[in-house]
């Protein structure tokens, strides 16, 4: 059974950094495009980034491109999201996602998702 398990969450002020990992088991890794979703509470949850199989290829959100960097090692089946710059609007439940099917980081939609994580907390104050 493939399970992800995200962790690094918290409470940041604004301006601030955090990371956030994605340890994938059960499964292959390197056989998965892997992906950040998020959701802000009231809100439907949103594509953020996406990285290829082999991680050359990544996709970002125009909302956090220049702050926000995804990357992967897939000798350690992690998957990271390096968030810096951090803002208000950048509150939201992270979730971590695979997919099994397609090797790409481009229109990665929650369509495309096999496998989800239980979330991760972010909440950036002012």
């Known amino acids: 059974q493939v399970q992800l398990v995200e962790s690094g969450g918290g409470l940041v002020q604004a301006g601030g950094s955090l990371r956030l990992s994605c340890v994938v088991s059960?499964?292959?890794?390197?056989?998965?495009?892997m992906g950040w979703f998020r959701q802000a509470p009231g809100k439907e949850r949103e594509f953020v980034a996406a990285?290829?199989?082999?991680?050359?290829?990544?996709t970002l959100a125009d909302s956090v491109k220049g702050r926000f960097t995804i990357s992967r090692d897939n000798a350690k089946s992690t998957m990271y999201l390096q968030m810096n710059s951090l803002k208000p609007e950048d509150t939201a439940v992270y979730y971590c996602?695979?997919?099994?099917?397609?090797?790409?980081?481009?229109?990665?939609?929650?369509?495309?998702?096999?496998?989800w994580g239980q979330g991760t907390q972010v909440t950036v104050s002012t």
């Open positions: 996602a695979a997919d099994a099917h397609y090797s790409g980081a481009y229109s990665y939609t929650q369509s495309r998702v096999d496998y």
């Open positions: 059960g499964g292959t890794f390197s056989g998965y495009a």
């Open positions: 990285i290829s199989r082999s991680g050359i290829s990544t």
